[in-house]
């Protein structure tokens, strides 16, 4: 089994920023990518960025490209997703999730393995 927990989120205004943090551990040997979804109330759970294991990959949604970046820091198992510009169309509770295929990344089935979620709320 794989353990992901978040944690970073908060409320902050329009135009600020905000960095989330997973930490996966566990079975890590078995994940090759992670990602990060989201859902806003009433919404369905919905991609917002994928890197896989090795860092040589990432990818984001339409909607947040230019704004948000994923990195990672393999030594520590964890990885971030730094978000700038933010709107009041982020405000969602965020997701963490680790994936064994390396492919599919924008698709939530693609993950076996998820966090309990952080809220993010984003003020006007």
């Known amino acids: 089994q794989v353990q992901v927990v978040e944690s970073g989120g908060g409320l902050v205004q329009a135009g600020g920023s905000l960095r989330l943090s997973c930490a996966a551990s566990?079975?890590?040997?078995?994940?090759?990518?992670r990602g990060w979804f989201r859902q806003a109330p009433g919404k369905e759970r919905e991609f917002v960025a994928a890197m896989t294991r090795s860092g040589g990959s990432t990818y984001y949604a339409d909607s947040v490209k230019g704004r948000f970046t994923m990195s990672g820091d393999s030594a520590e198992n964890m990885v971030y997703l730094q978000m700038n510009s933010l709107k009041p169309e982020d405000t969602a509770v965020y997701y963490c999730?680790?994936?064994?295929?390396?492919?599919?990344?924008?698709?939530?089935?693609?993950?076996?393995?998820w966090g309990q979620g952080t809220q993010v709320t984003v003020s006007s």
């Open positions: 999730a680790a994936a064994r295929p390396d492919y599919g990344l924008e698709h939530s089935s693609s993950y076996m393995f």
């Open positions: 566990g079975r890590i040997f078995s994940i090759r990518a």
